[in-house]
């Protein structure tokens, strides 16, 4: 403690004489010059900000226009967000715009929806393939539960996106379908002969063998006996068709259009 004062004081009373402070330099190129050790293997370079719970950070009442540009770093997701840290949503470094805290070095919120080349989880990217949510991070697993994911991430496999009124989330529907006959063009098949001008109706009345029997069947070697009955006038002939689906079983139509084969990712952070 005594050593962390004696460095403040020097910062200090080093920033009253001169417009530029460096440390581990004596020719400072900024307000604040910072030079590490890159050369000694056994000292820790770098700049260690604030750490906070979000708990904590959601607690605090004090930041206000006149702290934009703070820098913390949050090192859990416990608490229920605030209007100021609504976007806190993943272990990370946070900057105050004066407002409201916002993650550094990304522009992605929870729950956006990517298609990639990409084969496995990348940058708090998350496949939807349908895999078990316990085998995402904490941080994962409260993200997805905040958006009304269940057990199981979506599977994305061979689907498409549509705002079509179903769960968030949620896969619903077939690429195949089946035709019912209501559904078949309104049309009917059928037909019939010229039913115009009369022509001669013949009867069969009987036959007679060599043997000069007479009988009422026809038999090989008979003769049979044909008389004119007259004409019948017009008439119809009734044309009966087969049966549009003569394969007798209804098949599926494969309605999934011509793709280009990617992947698809939830942004659920690390």
């Known amino acids: 403690m005594k050593r962390l004062s004696v460095l403040i004081f020097v ?3 080093s920033a009253n004489l001169f417009a530029q402070v460096g440390i581990g330099t004596t020719d400072p190129q900024s307000t604040l010059d910072i030079n590490g050790s890159p050369s000694i293997a056994s000292e820790v370079d770098g700049l260690l900000p604030p750490r906070l719970l979000r708990s904590e950070l959601i607690a605090k009442t004090g930041y206000g226009a006149h702290q934009a540009g703070i820098i913390i770093y949050v090192s859990d997701l416990s608490g229920a967000t605030n209007t100021q840290t609504r976007k806190v949503t993943e272990v990370g470094f946070y900057y105050f715009n004066g407002n409201m805290w916002g993650k550094m070095g990304s522009n992605n919120s929870s729950g956006d929806i990517k298609s990639g080349i990409q084969l496995t989880d990348h940058d708090g990217w998350i496949r939807l393939d349908g895999r078990a949510k316990a085998t995402l991070t904490v941080t994962q697993q409260v993200q997805a539960t905040a958006l009304g994911i269940g ?3 979506p599977n994305a496999d061979n689907a498409y996106l549509s705002q079509n009124g179903a769960a968030l989330g949620s896969v619903s529907g077939s690429n195949n379908r089946s035709i019912a006959r209501s559904q078949l063009p309104l049309f009917t098949l059928g037909g019939s002969t010229n039913t115009e001008g009369d022509h001669a109706d013949l009867d069969i ?4 063998s060599a043997g000069g029997n007479t009988d009422t069947n026809i038999n090989v070697n008979d003769w049979a006996v044909i008389r004119s009955v007259g004409t019948i006038g017009d008439h119809d002939h009734v044309i009966t068709t087969d049966n549009l689906n003569n394969t007798g079983s209804q098949q599926t139509l494969d309605i999934t259009p ?7 990712f939830i942004y659920l952070g690390n």
């Open 151 to 153: 057990p199981l991430l």
């Open 205 to 208: 009345i009987g036959s007679y």
């Open 258 to 264: 011509v793709s280009l084969s990617v992947n698809r």
């Open 11 to 13: 910062i200090l009373a």
